[in-house]
């Protein structure tokens, strides 16, 4: 089976602080993507890549970055966190082949207080 | 630009009643469907999907979705609903040959709340 895993099921930050969301996948996939989640939003993307030290930004990306420094590695930072971050974060990774189909870890719920 | 738009926010049922999800899109070309659940607390997987051939697609827990080209539907259906089919539900749609573009394009979900 295929598994993202996400470094956080909960976490809990200051505003102003550097925050680092962390995601690895176990099936060599090409694709990986950060998502946030919110209630009555829907998910949105917020950066994607499409291969090692490759980005894309999504419909979102103000006030974030990314880093894929390996393949199965895809870290979303927040580089001075804000009270308007406060969300559920989902990574989620895809085959560029047959890449229909997006993987999701089980998300970071990320306060900021 | 494509569109998903699930045209309920939320959808109270009884357990065993039947329930119709809806979900149209906006394309001026072919498009790949999804169907995504999240359960309570968990992330999202992969209910079923439309890539070519037979409109009818299944899932392995009774849930159904048509492929309607015309309609620009892709409506999840099941017959008879559990308690345990509580989640939220998202419809996704992708481009046929969009080269780079591997973004899928998502609904706002539809809250299924199951009451006994």
């Known amino acids: 089976d295929v598994k993202v895993t996400q470094s956080s099921r909960y976490l809990v930050k200051r505003t102003g602080e550097k925050v680092f969301l962390e995601c690895v996948q176990d099936m060599d996939h090409e694709n990986m993507f950060w998502y946030r989640q919110d209630p009555g939003l829907g998910l949105r993307l917020i950066y994607f890549s499409y291969d090692v030290k490759m980005k894309e930004k999504g419909d979102i990306p103000e006030g974030y970055s990314v880093s894929r420094e390996k393949k199965e590695r895809f870290s979303l930072i927040l580089e001075s966190a804000s009270t308007n971050q406060t969300s559920m974060y989902l990574c989620?990774?895809?085959?560029?082949?047959?890449?229909?189909?997006?993987?999701f870890g089980p998300g970071t719920r990320l306060t900021v207080t | 630009a494509q569109s998903v738009t699930q045209l309920d926010s939320q959808v109270p049922v009884f357990e065993e009643a039947p329930v119709e999800l809806r979900c149209n899109y906006s394309s001026s070309v072919s498009v790949y469907l999804f169907w995504y659940v999240q359960y309570p607390n968990q992330g999202l997987q992969l209910l079923l999907k439309y890539l070519s051939g037979s409109t009818l697609v299944e899932s392995i827990n009774g849930f159904e979705a048509e492929f309607n080209k015309s309609q620009t539907s892709f409506h999840l259906r099941k017959p008879s609903v559990h308690i345990s089919d509580t989640a939220e539900y998202f419809c996704a749609v992708r481009v046929r040959g969009a080269g780079n573009n591997r973004k899928l394009i998502w609904g706002l979900g539809t809250s299924l709340a199951v009451n006994p």
């Open positions: 989620a990774s895809s085959y560029t082949g047959t890449n229909y189909e997006q993987y």
